[in-house]
């Protein structure tokens, strides 16, 4: 993906393709009229939480919205040069936070109804104070490091060998509060990035 994507633009095409007025959108997606409408004149640039809320309008992955010609696949195996990286389209607007954590998807999510992803989160990241919410269910397994996660009400820090299993409706955040760098190895059904 390149530096120079217009979230306002594609925003706007998506909504007149699927033929929705701004206030529709909204509804669908559960945020406020206003907010469509600034993304969409590029006064605002939404969060990674807000982009997704509002794409769940659309029934649209993250990576749909930032890659939408990207070729489908029948491919099976995957060597690590081949992991989509999907760091760039979450973080678009926060270097820090796109140096601090990489996120990369195995293979055409959409395609599978499922989406594998190998995240790493270098100490101190953290996926941000406003919590994340999506339509999906999500698991993961920490294979390096510790990572706070937060769902809910609850918070607990994961070692090495620890997982988790939640329902992603619930909000949820991922910290490294660690001086250590961590990895995970999750997966989301349905997509969701």
């Known amino acids: 993906m390149h530096d120079e994507f217009d979230v306002g633009t594609r925003l706007k095409e998506l909504r007149q393709q699927f033929g929705l007025s701004q206030r529709q ?5 559960g945020v406020p009229h206003g907010q469509i409408s600034m993304i ?3 006064h605002s640039s939404p969060s990674v939480a807000s982009l997704r809320k509002i794409l769940g309008g659309f029934q649209m992955s993250m990576s749909e919205f930032f890659e939408p010609e990207a070729p489908t696949t029948q491919q099976v195996f995957f060597t690590p040069s081949e992991l989509r990286d999907l760091t760039s389209a979450l973080y678009q607007d926060n270097e820090a936070a796109q ?21 790493f989160y270098e100490p101190g990241a953290d996926t941000g104070e406003t919590m994340i ?5 999500e698991g993961g397994i920490v294979i390096e490091g510790e990572l706070e996660i937060t769902v809910g009400e609850e918070t607990r820090v994961l070692k090495t060998g620890d997982s988790y299993l939640f329902n992603s409706r619930e909000p949820h955040r991922f910290r490294n509060i660690s001086d250590r760098p961590a990895r995970v190895i999750s997966a989301c059904t349905p997509p969701y990035l």
């Open 133 to 137: 919410e999506h339509e999906a269910n």
């Open 99 to 119: 140096r601090m954590i990489t996120i990369k998807q195995v293979g055409d999510a959409k395609a599978h109804g499922l989406q594998v992803l190998q995240e």
């Open 25 to 29: 959108l909204a509804e669908a997606a």
């Open 40 to 42: 969409e004149r590029n």
